[in-house]
């Protein structure tokens, strides 16, 4: 039987970069119940719109996940709150769940058994030093128009952060943590692109003195959910545009709507599990090559009593590369906790261990780096999300063919109504706050 007109695939009619605002009482279909689908939905209901949330996994939240280590929420996921340009930040703190924070500003770093002070700050200055001229340079390019692709971090400021002292050992760590990524596989744009020292706005990289969230970042998403309804355990199969809007098949029925919001990850979008007919646009496609998922394992350990003593908040460990950094909650939590996080190679061969494995590898490199025996841990998580199918990783990393703002391409309408959203394409990517912005932002170009 053909296909009725409402079902009719718009194959011929003109594609559209801009939205044509939907009237109060329309029906939009958001796709992931994360920050920034929870952001998107309740947005849209808010101004009187009938919304369809949408989520393939089991609990909302996606790349937020907290789990508890006896009393101590440990997030598998998204962990701290940042404290400049951070929309969530009031709302946290008037439902009073802005919890302790980590001071990761002042590390330690450990070389030859010595602790030795490693300030972000002082990094900061180091890396403005070396990239004088690159800087110039991208920024001449932009000024005549140019779209420059930026070299590795590795390329352009390996040598510094391969030195053998402090800045060098706990400044490499700490930006592959930041980035999720290898150093050699992540875009200097990072660094001098638009999303690094390319802003106009003067604002310095904030202080990593962040706090964490009472009962883990989970909590906080479930609080905002106030009059959305996710559906679990329903995942999106195809977005499909027709001449009245979209059709979105998920793997429980069809559901005809005018418009769609689509917040799943970059490596959902890459990998195909959502197909869209006719496929992204070539600008979408272009911008997505430019973009990977990174790889951040936590290794989340608990033991009887807090029996080590180190420095400061966070420690590297720069004889021995196995974890990039090892983070005390005991120091800001008074939660006997010790968290390793590793980034990008070396995160996806941890992903690879049973828990039983890591734990033990982790409880062993925390005895020889500490010089101690530690009693029997009482608790023990980790997350794999490289290998989880509905997220691909961490979080989005600019890769080696990113150009300055790809990510932004992404926000462009589909058709007049399919939008993209999401930490990938905030301005600032990778964090929670930044993720529930983008799907207001969103959400926002469909209403009147």
Known sequence: ????????????????????????????????????????????????????????????????????????????????????????????????????????????????????????????????????????????????????????????????????????????????????ADLDDLSGDVLIGANGGDSDDGEDIPELIEPTVVGGMQALLKALIQKSNPHLNEAAESVSRTNDGVRVETTRRVIEADAAIITVSVGVLKSGRITFDPGLPKSHSDALAGMDMGTLTKLWIQYPTASWSLETNTTAFCDAPDIHLVIDFSKSHGAPVLLGAIAGRQGRVLEDLSEAEAQEFFHDYLQTQLGQSLPAPTGFAMNRWGKDPLTGGAYMYPNVNFRSEDNKKLRAPIA?????????????????DTAWSDGRRAADLLIS
């Open 1 to 180: 039987m053909a296909p009725t007109r409402r079902h009719q695939i718009r194959r011929n009619r003109p594609r559209s970069d801009a939205v044509k605002p939907l009237p109060p009482g329309a029906h939009v279909v958001v796709v992931g119940a994360g920050f920034a689908g929870i952001g998107a939905a309740e947005r849209l209901i808010e101004a009187g719109y009938a919304v369809d949330l949408i989520e393939a996994a089991d609990r909302v939240g996606g790349r937020a996940h907290t789990v508890q280590l006896g009393d101590f929420p440990a997030d598998l996921g998204a962990n701290w709150l940042r404290l400049t340009n951070n929309e969530l930040l009031p709302i946290a703190k008037d439902l009073g769940l802005v919890s302790a924070s980590t001071d990761m500003q002042n590390a330690t770093a450990v070389i030859s058994g010595k602790g030795e002070p490693a300030d972000a700050t002082a990094l900061e200055h180091d890396l403005e030093a070396a990239l004088t001229l690159p800087y110039l340079w991208h920024r001449t390019q932009r000024l005549f128009g140019a779209r420059p692709r930026v070299k590795s971090v590795a390329a352009l400021v390996g040598e510094r952060l391969e030195r053998a002292d402090a800045i060098g050992c706990a400044g490499q760590r700490m930006l592959m943590a930041m980035s999720a």
């Open 416 to 432: 007049e109504r399919i939008l993209l959203a999401g930490e990938a394409l905030a301005d600032t990517i990778g964090y929670v």
